[in-house]
């Protein structure tokens, strides 16, 4: 990559990172605005709107409200841009990157959320689950395999993900969320089969640590 493309993708994860966090500041959970924000921003900063500078800008001003305080808003855009600057890297300029960064974005988002309120919002994971199947075949997995059999693969990684979460929710008894199998049926669809399977157990894994 030349040194544009790397600042362009450098302020691009950036940004995106920012809208992330207006995202998790607004309602995620049917919630008014200042309440989900945790913070008070004063209007007559306009330096706290940038990326990571504004965090910095606005430190002092910041009355954290959730569990993670006043670093999740660095906190997510430091790994906005190190996931996307990796992928960017790994995949190059290419629609298919694209569709990849837009999937680790949803599952930032959903992340965040859910390390904040503990809940996984039926608002943002059921219309996403559509629109991942419905992109699968011009990401990196999908583009494998021809048109038919990436929606069939897709589709299929979608159900092996809900069917195993909905086993483990059952023999979990209430230690386990109804959002944790929608967001498994949603990895599935993201990933396909049986690219799933080790998606799953890798979300066990990260899920254990947190």
């Known amino acids: 990559m030349s040194l544009p493309e790397i600042i362009a993708v450098g302020a691009g ?3 995106l990172g920012r809208l992330i966090n207006l995202a998790l500041d ?3 959970l049917g919630q008014s605005p200042p309440a989900a924000a945790g913070v ?3 209007p007559s900063w306009p ?3 940038l990326p990571l500078i504004g965090h910095l800008w606005r430190g002092r001003h910041v009355r954290p409200r959730s569990r993670l305080g006043k670093f999740r808003p660095l906190a997510v855009e430091l790994v906005t841009a190190l996931v996307c600057g990796w992928t960017t890297y790994r995949f190059g300029l290419t629609p298919a990157t694209a569709v990849l960064v837009s999937y680790f974005a949803l599952f930032i988002h959903l992340a965040f959320v859910d ?3 503990s809940r996984i919002p039926n608002l943002v994971i059921l219309p996403a689950i559509p629109l991942v199947l419905a992109l699968f075949p011009l990401s990196p997995l999908g583009q ?3 048109l038919g059999e990436a929606y ?4 299929g990684g979608g159900g092996v993900g809900f069917g195993a979460m909905l086993l483990v929710y059952g023999v979990a008894r209430g230690r386990l969320g109804a959002g944790d199998v929608k967001l498994a049926a949603l990895l599935g669809v993201a990933l396909g089969f049986p690219h799933v399977i080790s998606g799953l157990l890798l979300g066990f894994v990260l ?3 947190a």
């Open 144 to 146: 494998h395999w021809s």
């Open 115 to 117: 390390l904040e309120h």
């Open 207 to 209: 899920g254990g640590l």
């Open 13 to 15: 994860s950036l940004v």
């Open 47 to 49: 330096m706290s709107r």
């Open 152 to 155: 069939v693969r897709s589709f």
């Open 26 to 28: 607004r309602h995620p």
């Open 40 to 42: 008070h921003q004063d």
